[in-house]
């Protein structure tokens, strides 16, 4: 099993940027996708989800209007769209693949780091 993140980097307050996380060794079409996030000193929270059947997706009320979720089955990969960042979106970004039929099976990637400043 493998899951890799891309995409992070710096970017300015107010821009874009789109990560991605390619995933391998499973079968990802059965797993719940999430992006987690971790800033310094804090704890890990979900970012947002997007469902194996259906697509359906959840956000946290903070990216709410500003990062889109999406998956590409056929490419087995997830994306997250991130747009009018903030300095408060600074932190390290996580691709979480949770089997839909277990609550325990479940994979991680490393992490890309994500940094909004001026």
């Known amino acids: 099993v493998q899951i890799v993140e891309s995409g992070g980097g710096l970017v300015q307050p107010g821009g874009s940027l789109r990560l991605s996380c390619a995933a391998s060794g499973f079968t990802f079409s059965r797993y719940v996708l999430s992006w987690y996030r971790q800033a310094p000193g804090k704890e890990r929270e979900l970012v947002a989800t997007?469902?194996?059947?259906?697509?359906?997706?959840n956000y946290a009320d903070s990216v709410k209007g500003r990062f889109t979720i999406s998956r590409d089955n056929a490419k087995n990969t997830m994306y997250l769209q991130m747009n009018s960042l903030k300095s408060e979106d600074t932190a390290v970004y996580y691709c979480?693949?949770?089997?839909?039929?277990?609550?325990?099976?479940?994979?991680w990637g490393q992490g890309t780091q994500v940094t909004v400043s001026s």
């Open positions: 997007i469902t194996s059947v259906g697509g359906t997706t």
């Open positions: 979480n693949a949770q089997y839909m039929f277990s609550a325990t099976l479940k994979y």
